[in-house]
């Protein structure tokens, strides 16, 4: 990126027309920006400290534009998108929330912070984010945690962005690390609801993801059930009791298909809101040795002894690592560090 692809100071006949931005217009400012109807008068060196391209750009400006007697710097850029640009330059990414109502305003920052290459302040962001959208399970575990309500009930989208602006986000500002999770995400819920995408809180029209996406989301989807399946054949159907088994009989091996058929009635996912999730069915699959009504479960509870129920869950952990360690294969996402 050059000074040529951002500068469009040959464009700015109108900007005597252009209305001050008083919140951030500093009277000892040396520059002007100006960006679509709105201007901002700021400090060279500030800008250029930050960012190598807007370096670039004020080295190589025509000065013959002048507002206010000071150069100006036409930017390519809406106006808004500017401001929060220049506040967070200023004041720093404080004022950024990573809910889903503060969604807009931070992915115009990281989108701009990106663009002119403001790296600590972009690569900060980044941190936050990967807190909900991580790299590894155990995040993704305390993830998930943090959106389950008391009652079990599951409802991210009060807390954080849909996957789908993440998977868009993470594209546009081409940060691969976050894509697995989001996929996972996202593939959690039907397809025809990935297909319909989601409302835009700007604009008010839906937002989807492009075919590519798309098709890689659903695949994605459909390698996990997979995995799940022959997590269910190889682990629970018929599966033995521990050699160092405290029950006469078959009373742990009654207890293993009872969870078996728990997991292909889905009772969990129904109750939890989701659909099609394998990280999470395994991780009840071993509490249900725990719980006297598992999941709500309309049959007799019977739980297996405790080296059974150990050896099991070692078992579960060993699988669910293994699951996770595959999502940036299954959705194509090519990740330098992940798990």
């Known amino acids: 990126m050059d000074a040529t692809d951002l500068s469009a100071n040959r464009h700015s006949a109108n900007v005597h027309a252009a209305i001050k931005y008083t919140d951030i217009y500093f009277k000892d400012g040396n520059i002007v920006l100006l960006a679509g109807m709105s201007y901002f008068l700021v400090h060279q060196g500030l800008l250029s400290r930050h960012s190598e391209v807007l370096d670039q750009l004020i080295r190589t400006m025509d000065n013959s534009l002048v507002l ?6 036409t930017l390519p850029d809406p106006s808004p998108d500017i ?5 967070a330059i200023y004041d720093g990414i404080s004022f950024l929330t990573h809910d889903s109502q503060g969604f807009p305003t931070l992915s115009s920052v990281l989108r701009m912070l990106t663009k002119y290459k403001v790296h600590h302040l972009r690569n900060d962001i980044l941190r936050a984010l990967s807190v909900s959208w991580p790299t590894t399970l155990a995040q993704w575990d305390a993830r998930e945690t943090s959106v389950t309500a008391k009652a079990g009930t599951y409802t991210p989208l009060d807390a954080l962005p849909h996957p789908i602006q993440i998977i868009r986000l993470a594209r546009e500002i081409d940060y691969p690390p976050l894509l697995p999770s989001a996929m996972y995400d996202l593939s959690r819920i039907t397809p025809r609801q990935v297909a319909l995408g989601v409302e835009s809180p700007i604009t008010d029209r839906c937002t989807g993801l492009t075919y590519t996406d798309l098709l890689t989301v ?6 996990a059930s997979r995995f799940l399946s022959t997590f269910i054949l190889n682990e629970l159907e018929g599966r033995q009791p521990s050699r160092s088994c405290l029950h006469r009989k ?10 078996m058929f728990e997991l292909l009635r889905d009772i969990g996912g129904i109750i939890s809101n989701l659909t099609s999730d394998p990280l999470y069915a395994m991780s009840e699959a071993e509490k249900m040795h725990i719980c006297d009504d598992p999941l709500g479960s309309e049959t007799p509870s019977m739980k297996p ?9 070692m078992t579960v952990d060993a699988a669910r690592v293994q699951f996770w360690g595959k999502l940036p294969e299954w959705f194509d996402i090519e990740v330098s560090t992940w798990g």
């Open 68 to 73: 206010e007697g000071r150069p100006v710097l």
């Open 83 to 87: 401001t929060h640009f220049l506040k």
């Open 218 to 223: 659903l695949k994605g989807r459909e390698r």
């Open 250 to 259: 078959d009373t742990c091996r009654i207890a293993f298909e009872a969870i």
């Open 305 to 313: 002894c405790e080296p059974c129920r150990r050896e099991f869950a």
